[in-house]
Nanobody, 125 residues
Framework: HVELVESGGGLVQPGGSLRLSCAAS????????MAWFRQAPGKEREFVAA????????YYADSVKGRFTISRDNAKNTVYLQMNTPKPADTALYYC??????????????????WGQGTQDTISS
């Protein structure tokens, strides 16, 4: 079992950049597939990006493809979300999720069952 803590959120202007981090406790981080989700006020939580346990496979929502990059460092028990050229529509509370999976491909449909508390990103000029 891991515990997840997100950081790096804040206020950024459209067209800027922001990097989110999700630090995991425990010694089995490499056993987990990881993903980022987000939830805007009044909307349901939506998938953003996923990464396989070994970082080889990634998958993105169409809305962020080409702008966001998910990566992980298993030695540091951390997964990242680099947000480039964010838009006001990207404003949301961003969560990282984890599930034990040794699949070699990133899967947005996995039943992620461990969540952090989230970090707020606000994109505004």
């Amino acid at each position: 079992h891991v515990e997840l803590v997100e950081s790096g959120g804040g206020l950024v202007q459209p067209g800027g950049s922001l990097r989110l981090s999700c630090a995991a406790s425990g010694r089995t981080f490499a056993s987990y597939a990881m993903a980022w989700f987000r939830q805007a006020p009044g909307k349901e939580r939506e998938f953003v990006a996923a990464i396989s346990w070994n970082g080889v496979s990634v998958y993105y929502a169409d809305s962020v493809k080409g702008r966001f990059t998910i990566s992980r460092d298993n030695a540091k028990n951390t997964v990242y979300l680099q947000m480039n050229t964010p838009k006001p529509a990207d404003t949301a509370l961003y969560y990282c999720g984890a599930v034990i999976s040794q699949n070699y491909y990133a899967d947005p449909a996995l039943a992620y069952d461990t969540w952090g508390q989230g970090t707020q990103d606000t994109i505004s000029s």
